[in-house]
T-cell receptor, first 116, second 116 residues
Framework: KAGVTQTPRYLIKTRGQQVTLSCSPI?????VSWYQQTPGQGLQFLFE???????NKGNFPGRFSGRQFSNSRSEMNVSTLELGDSALYLC???????????????FGQGTRLTVV | AQSVTQPDIHITVSEGASLELRCNYS??????LFWYVQSPGQGLQLLLK??????LVQGIKGFEAEFKRSQSSFNLRKPSVHWSDAAEYFC??????????????FGAGTRLAVHP
């Protein structure tokens, strides 16, 4: 079974540009969540989608947005990039609807975004 | 406020020595608890999780963790460390509601170095 796939793996953008990152979850998984990892702030939750609906949202500005498609693939978009947006962006997928035991979130390898 | 504290930023142990990584959490209710490991340039891999029941949980790679409600702790242990265990370890909590454990709060991480 293929794991969580994130594309691209590396990205360099200029300040002020926008960027779109993609995440393909494990087949059958309907929940996709996104995290930002930086040396200063650590791992921070961005948002979670389940069946094309945003179910949870972290404390990030509106420049960060996401969506999920009917095949559960998800994209996140960052507009008007700032230098501080440089980070490893991780996507995780899960089969859970919520509240079940014996499930887990599987993480992709991440997209390394550098803003110059 | 919900938070996870990993007091040790960096730990160095000798190969074959025992290991304990500390994790304390602050949460309004009993959370789901997790330990993840991250190798350089990689995503996160789940080592073990605690949802309910036996407070001593076994994970992969010979790791175990003990949930102590009275101390709000979930420390990770391994009796004998291997050089391949060198990585960064993250403790995380997630709420016990729909999709909760796809909205994780992570600690700052503990970087483990292993001396031969």
């Amino acid at each position: 079974k293929a794991g969580v796939t994130q594309t691209p793996r590396y990205l360099i953008k200029t300040r002020g540009q926008q960027v779109t990152l993609s995440c393909s979850p494990i087949s059958g998984h309907r929940s996709v969540s996104w995290y930002q990892q930086t040396p200063g702030q650590g791992l921070q939750f961005l948002f979670e989608y389940f069946s094309e609906t945003q179910r949870n949202k972290g404390n990030f500005p509106g420049r960060f947005s996401g969506r999920q498609f009917s095949n559960s693939r998800s994209e996140m978009n960052v507009s008007t990039l700032e230098l501080g947006d440089s980070a490893l962006y991780l996507c995780a997928s899960s089969s859970s609807r919520g509240g079940e035991v014996n499930t887990e979130a599987f993480f992709g390898q991440g997209t390394r975004l550098t803003v110059v | 406020a919900q938070s996870v504290t990993q007091p040790d930023i960096h730990i160095t142990v000798s190969e074959g020595a025992s290991l304990e990584l500390r994790c304390n959490y602050s949460y309004g209710a009993t959370p789901y608890l997790f330990w993840y490991v991250q190798s350089p340039g990689q995503g996160l891999q789940l080592l073990l999780k605690y949802f309910s029941g036996d407070t001593l949980v076994q994970g992969i790679k010979g790791f175990e963790a003990e949930f102590k409600r009275s101390q709000s702790s979930f420390n990770l242990r391994k009796p004998s460390v291997h050089w391949s265990d060198a990585a960064e370890y993250f403790c995380a909590v997630g709420p016990m509601f729909s999709g909760g454990y796809n909205k994780l709060i992570f600690g700052a991480g503990t970087r483990l170095a292993v001396h031969p």
